[in-house]
């Protein structure tokens, strides 16, 4: 309590195939960061963490098994 964590956080991953070779993603997720982190940092570090999260699962798929 009251060191910044993280309070709560879920969510869900859903593939789909899209056609020979391709993969649809859904990723939905719920943070609740707790503390008093102010709204615009909060967005600031989803909207630049949830593109390089994404681009890592891409690069992790193009990888030999």
Do not use: C
């Not at 309590?1 to 969510?11: D, F, K, L, Q």
């Not at 869900?12 to 939905?28: D, N, Q, R, S």
């Not at 609740?32 to 963490?49: E, F, V």
Request: aromatic share 8%.
């Amino acid at each position: 309590p009251g060191s910044g964590n993280i309070r709560e956080t879920s969510g869900a991953w859903v593939l789909t195939e899209a056609g020979p070779g391709k993969t649809m993603i859904f990723y939905h997720v719920l943070n609740d960061p707790g503390g008093l982190i102010p709204r615009w940092a909060y967005n600031l570090a989803i909207t630049q963490s949830l593109p390089d999260l994404l681009a890592s699962v891409a690069r992790r798929a193009r990888e030999p098994k």
